[in-house]
C-alpha cells in the first residue's frame, strides 16, 4: 500500500518561502507520477506542481510558475515543493499525491490520482 506524509507547511508573510516534503512509501513499480494540490475551504482541490519518475519532467499550474519548484528524489521516494515570493491567495491545506499512471499534466485533474497524505497547512498572512 502506497502511503504518503507531508510536512513543512506553516505560517509566513507574504513574500516569504516554505519548504513542503513528502515521503512516499511502497511506489514499488518502475514509473509514477508525484504532485502537490491544494486545496482551499469550500474550493475545489487544485493542481501545483507535478512530476514524472520516468521523465523527471515537471509541471507547474500558471499561478505558480516561477515561484514554486517541484523536485524529488526518488531513491528516497521524496518529493519537495519549494514554495517562493507566497502570496496570501497561495493559503490553503496542501496535499502530496501519487499515482502509478499518468503524465505529468495529469496535475490538471486531481480526481485521478489514487494515492493521498492527510495534508499539511500553509498560510499567508499580507
Known amino acids: 500500500e502506497v502511503q504518503l506524509v507531508e510536512s513543512g507547511g506553516g505560517s509566513v508573510q507574504a513574500g516569504g518561502s516554505l519548504r513542503l516534503s513528502c515521503t512516499a512509501s511502497?511506489?514499488?513499480?518502475?514509473?509514477?507520477?508525484l504532485g502537490w494540490f491544494r486545496q482551499d475551504p469550500g474550493k475545489e482541490r487544485e493542481g501545483v506542481a507535478c512530476?514524472?519518475?520516468?521523465?523527471?519532467?515537471?509541471y507547474y499550474a500558471d499561478f505558480v510558475k516561477g515561484r514554486f519548484t517541484v523536485s524529488s528524489d526518488y531513491d528516497k521516494g521524496t518529493v519537495w515543493l519549494e514554495m517562493s515570493r507566497l502570496k496570501p491567495e497561495d493559503t490553503a491545506m496542501y496535499y502530496c499525491?501519487?499515482?502509478?499512471?499518468?503524465?505529468?499534466?495529469?496535475?490538471?485533474?486531481?480526481?485521478?490520482?489514487?494515492?493521498w497524505g492527510q495534508g499539511t497547512q500553509v498560510t499567508v498572512s499580507s
Open positions: 511502497g511506489l514499488t513499480r518502475n514509473n509514477y507520477v
Open positions: 512530476i514524472e519518475r520516468l521523465s523527471n519532467s515537471p
Open positions: 499525491a501519487a499515482d502509478w499512471d499518468g503524465a505529468p499534466d495529469s496535475c490538471e485533474d486531481y480526481s485521478l490520482w489514487k494515492y
